[in-house]
């Protein structure tokens, strides 16, 4: 657990530097993920989920931006990354 607490909050910060606002709240059953409101790019993750989630459900929404290859990550968060782009 707290390998993943140390991956969200790395990943959290990456999606700063990145340009994102990243907020956790209270969901219900919806799921959260990307979205753009004003021109600011937002990640919204479900508070109610575990960490391993809400962590899958950010990286979800930074595996695609290209950006993102020029970030310095650790090897365990390299390798969810990698999982996420595996078919």
């Given amino acids: 657990m707290s390998d993943t607490l140390g991956l969200l909050e790395e990943a959290r910060q990456i999606a700063t530097d990145l340009g994102y606002e990243v907020r956790e709240e209270p969901l219900g059953d919806l799921p959260g993920?990307?979205?753009?409101v004003g021109g600011v790019r937002r990640v919204i993750l479900n508070l109610e989920h575990s960490a391993s989630d809400r962590l899958d459900g950010l990286l979800r929404a930074l595996v695609?931006?290209?950006?993102l290859a020029a970030e310095p990550t650790s090897r365990l968060l390299?390798?969810?990354?990698?999982?996420?782009k595996s078919p």
């Fill in 64 to 67: 695609d931006d290209p950006r």
């Fill in 78 to 84: 390299a390798a969810r990354l990698h999982a996420l």
């Fill in 33 to 36: 993920g990307p979205c753009t």
